[in-house]
């Protein structure tokens, strides 16, 4: 790496193999690095090893499919177009996942389905066209959605029982419809396509409860959270929290009970979640109970304290630790 980052052309070249450089780009967090490590690949300051001749642009896609992602985790957008324009036509068919996720980690869902829509249909994944539907979410554009669900009849596909309701891209997909449709206040559809699958893991359940909730249906997501309680998790709960503040009934009893009656058990760490105490705190005061949510934040705030010093043996009273100070 500080090879890469003193080398000057006159210096000559480095020889690496194909998995050391991915290696090194992986673990490079610096935008201006990574552009510097492709523009040494590029003009030819950087030698790709390999036993096998053949390998050549198998090794430079993979190459260049990792630097996409890493500029993407950088926030550097257009980073991950310079180097997904610098492809081949036939490679670029392959990059388009990863630089359309890229896109999007960087909020650039319009770019990332500019890129979708210039590839051709037929090439299309059943991953890619999940990633289009996110977008299309992610940019409010039901029009363009619906489109793509129609053009690629990805409806019929996950009814299709030769994919098998067990695949996982065909799992993924489902869970993104049910957020479209959700999301576009078209509630029926979401819950045929979730009531279609048989076997459901905690993200289609949060999808669809989020989806309820979207749509005013809070009691409906509250029985699904009830009929599935057993894989709520984290998110679960900030979903289900979240849609209980912004709903137009009063629902304080139903937000208090949800707190203290229901996150038991095995749910009752979640209270200490930041995030999760965040989502109730803000559906109290959004009903009015400003001093309540005061109290539960210095309750929590007192016992998170508490348990932490206790774990840490630290704290055996006011003011006094086992040593005394």
Known sequence: MEWIKSHRPEIGYIELFRFEIIKMIKSCKDRQCLQRIHCLITNGFIFILDDDAKHENGNMLKIKTAMIASFGECGDSN???????????????????VTMTALMNSNESKEALQIYQDVNEHDV?????????KACIDCGDFLLGQSIIDQQRLLSVIEDQEVGEHHLNVIRLKTTLISFYGHFKEIAVSMRIFESQRVRDSVMINAMIQALCDNECVDGAHRLFKDYKMRANRETFVVLLSGMSHSESDGINDLVNLWENEMVDIHSEHKLDSVVMTAFIDGLSRKGWVYTAYQYVADCSLQELQDVNIRDNTWVGPGLSESGF
């Open 79 to 97: 980073g991950s177009l310079s180097v997904f324009r610098s492809m081949s036509d036939c490679n670029r068919s392959l990059a388009v996942a």
């Open 125 to 133: 994944s059943l991953h890619v066209n999940n990633l289009a539907i």
